[in-house]
């Protein structure tokens, strides 16, 4: 199954940079090298099972952008699962910016009618008052697209920038609604945490690193947990400290497998679980051992591919 991403919007909003730090595990002071996209590129990354994600980051130089809108449209619109358009929180030209989103908007629906909306304001990290910024943008993009047919629920606005954990967040939410059984894995990762006596266990994606599911949000954590407040961006930055060790890694001509951690206050296991897999498991139990955490990971292998 082949769930098509188009990644649009104007040349320089930040598209090939973002692409090139989820997909290829880049970090970010590596973009500012990136040339301009021609025409379109394309990335595979097989997800769960037959999942399998086909991303297409459309160069956003006009002539490409007049070109997927009129001899190409068919090839870029059709089959589209997810459009995620990229406006620059700086822009000086958002009124070119919006004529471009209409007319994508337009191709969607004439070939993709069900497909899904993303609108990331980036390059958050630029903006002075960040929370303003991003409100006074998000309502500015929501009253445009309903004025477009494209009503508020229908759109979602995330603010993001390559220089921290948001860009995962928006990535690991966008994701999470192209996978069909999100509901059933989310169920038996928590049988799953139960099974461990965890707090909490997270399924990553293998390459990028974003969360494909997660057990459901631990309601009585286990003794020791009762007074730790579980912080709401926990998920994203994981993603971002990982990718960023995995880069590290590669530095010094290792390969990264998998990690452990014992502290005084919790422990942690992240192991491979399938083949485009990874596992996190969280445990605040002092009695509970990494080495059976990781033998629970072996046996549930096989329940998870
Ligand atoms: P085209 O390929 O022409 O469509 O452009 P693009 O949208 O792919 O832009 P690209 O990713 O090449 O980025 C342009 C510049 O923006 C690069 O110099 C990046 O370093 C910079 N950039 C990307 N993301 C961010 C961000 O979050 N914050 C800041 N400050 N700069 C960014």
């Known amino acids: 199954m082949k769930k098509k991403v188009l990644l649009m919007g104007a040349s320089g909003s930040g598209k090939t940079s973002m692409r090139s730090l989820i997909f290829s595990n880049n970090p970010a002071s590596l973009t500012a090298r990136l040339g301009a996209t021609i025409d379109v590129e394309q990335n595979h ?65 004439q070939f993709s009618p069900d497909a899904a909306v993303f609108l990331l304001v980036h390059k958050m990290d630029l903006a002075h008052d960040k929370d303003a910024t991003f409100e006074r943008k998000k309502k500015e993009l929501h009253e445009h697209s309903e004025k477009l047919g494209q009503p508020t629920p229908s759109v979602t606005v995330f603010g993001t920038s390559i220089y921290d ?103 942690a296991v992240l192991d491979e679980m399938t083949k485009n897999t990874y596992v996190l498991i969280i445990v605040h139990d002092p009695t509970i051992e990494t080495a059976a955490l990781k033998l629970n990971i072996r046996m549930a292998r096989r329940k998870f591919e």
């Open 45 to 109: 990354v097989r997800f769960l099972g037959d999942l399998i994600l086909n991303l297409w980051d459309c160069g956003g130089q006009d002539a490409f952008m007049d070109s997927y809108l009129t001899t190409q449209r068919s090839t870029i619109f059709q089959h589209v699962g997810v459009l995620i358009y990229v406006f620059d929180v700086e822009t000086n030209e958002m009124h070119k910016d919006l004529e471009y989103y209409r007319d994508c908007l337009d191709g969607l629906r």
């Open 165 to 267: 954990e948001s860009l995962y967040r928006a990535w690991s939410s966008i994701v999470h609604t192209l996978i069909p059984n999100a509901a059933v894995l989310s169920k038996h990762l928590t049988i799953f945490a139960e099974a461990c006596s965890a707090t909490e266990v997270i399924l990553f994606e293998r390459t990028t690193f974003l969360v494909i599911a997660t057990s459901s949000s631990p309601t009585s954590p286990s003794p020791g947990a009762a007074s730790q407040e579980l912080e709401a961006t926990r998920y994203e930055r994981t993603s971002e400290l990982i990718k960023a060790f995995k880069h590290s890694c590669s530095r010094v001509r290792e390969e990264f497998h998998s990690l452990e951690m014992e502290l005084p206050e919790f422990s």
